[in-house]
C-alpha cells in the first residue's frame, strides 16, 4: 500500500498546529495592544519573555544597558506661541499689502476716473441737501436736480474766471511792484551787515539768466507737458460734472447696486455703514466750505486794508488751499506774506503774516471744533500721514481727497465695530432665571457709535 495518505496525514498535523500557534500570538499581540504587556520587569519593560515573544516581523526592544531615548515632539508644538501668532499674521500682511499695492496700481493706472469721481462726490456732498430741500418744497427730482447742478456748476465757474479776471488786471500792476521790491531788495543787501557787492548781485542774476537760455529745451518741453495737463485737467472736470450730475439723480439706486456686488452676510452691516458715512462726508465738505469762507474773508479784508495788490485772488486762493488740511494753510499764507514782502516791503509782509496767523488759530481752535464737530474729528497726526500719502500718491487732488477719506473710514469701522459688537450679544444666550449680580459680570448696553451718527439726518444722494 502507498504511503501517500501517511504523509498528507503529517502534513495536516503540522498545518494544523502552526495555524494554532499563529492563533495564540495573534491573541496575544491583540492582548497587549488592549492591555499592555502583562508582564515587565524594572530593568527592562516590555521585554519579550518565553510567554509572551516578540511577534514576527517586529522590532525586538532595546536591551537593559541601552541609554533611554525621548520621543521626538510634534513640530507644531515644539514652535513657540508667540512665533506661531506672529507667522500667522506676517502672511496675512503679506496678502493684505500684496492687495493694496495691486489696488494702488490700479488707481495709479486711472487716476484720472478715479480723482474724476472723488471730485464728484465731493461735489455731491455739497449739492444734496439743496436737492432734498427743494424735492420737500414740492420739485420733481429731476427738475431739482437741474437746477441745482446748473446753479453749482455756475457758481464755480464764475469763482474761477473772477480769479483769472483779477490775475490779468493786476498783473501790470504786481509786475511793477516786483521789480521795485527787487531793487529795494538789492539796495538793502548792498547796506545790510553781510557785506554783499554789488558785481555779486548781478553774477547771479547773469548765472540765473544764462540758466534760463540754455535751458529754453526743456522750458519749451515743459509748457508743451503743461498742455497736455491742461487736457487732462478739462476731461477731469467734464467727468466730474457728468459722475455728479447722475450721482444727484439718481444716487440711491446706484447705492442699492454696490450693495448687491456686498456678501449676503455682509450685506446689513454694510447697509447701515453707508448713510453714515455719506452723512459724515456731507459733514465734512459743509464745513469745510464754511471754514474756508471765513478764512477767506477775513484774510482777504486784512490783506485790502495792508494795501497789498490782488487781495481778491490771494484771498481766493486761500479759500481753494483749505480744502488741504494744514498743508494748504500754511501754503496759502506763505503765497499772501510772499506777495506783501515784494512789493509792500517787510513791515506789511509781517503784518500780513500776524492776520493770517490770528486766523488760523482762530480756525483751528474755535471753527473747525464748532462747525465740524465730532462728525468728523480725526487725530493731527492722522491728518498729516493721509495729507502726505494722498500727495506723494495722487498729487494735489490725493492731498485733497486724503482727510476725507480717513474720515469715513473712522465712521465705518467704528459703526461696524459697535455692530458687529450687539449682534455678538444678541447670539448670547440668555442669563439663567434666577441669576443673582455675583453671577457674572453686568451686560454693558451697546454703545451707539455717535461719532458715526453725528449730523444725521441727510439721506444718501438721490434720496
Known sequence: MSKLPDWLEKVGAELTQWGERLEERRALSEDADHTGPPHTTEAGAGEATDDYPAAPGQV???????PAVAARPDPVAAVPWGMRVAAEAGWRLLVLAGTLWVL?????AIQLVVL???AALLVTALLQPTV???????????LATALTAVLGFVVMGLVGWFVVW???ENLDTLSSRVQDGIQELKRWLLNSPFHVTDKQINDVAKNLSDTIGTNTNEITSAGLQGVTVMVEILTGILLAMFSTLFLLYDGARIWQWVLKLVPAQARPGVAGAGPRAWRTLTAYVRGTVLVAMIDAIFIGLGIFFLDVPM?????????????IPLVGAVVSGALAVVVALVTQGVFTALMVLIVVLAVQQIEGHVLQPFILGRAVRVHPLA???SVAAGGMVAGIGGAVVAVPLVAVTNTVVGYLRAYSRELAMRAAPPAPHGATAGDGAPVQPVPQARDADAGAGDPPPGE
Open 60 to 66: 525586538p526592544p532595546p536591551p537593559d544597558y541601552a
Open 104 to 108: 494702488m496700481r490700479i488707481i495709479s
Open 116 to 118: 474724476a469721481f472723488a
Open 132 to 142: 432734498a430741500r427743494l424735492r420737500r418744497a414740492g420739485l420733481p427730482r429731476g
Open 166 to 168: 483779477q490775475v490779468m
Open 311 to 323: 487781495a481778491v485772488p490771494l484771498a481766493v486762493f486761500i479759500f481753494l488751499f483749505a480744502f
Open 383 to 385: 491728518v498729516v500721514l
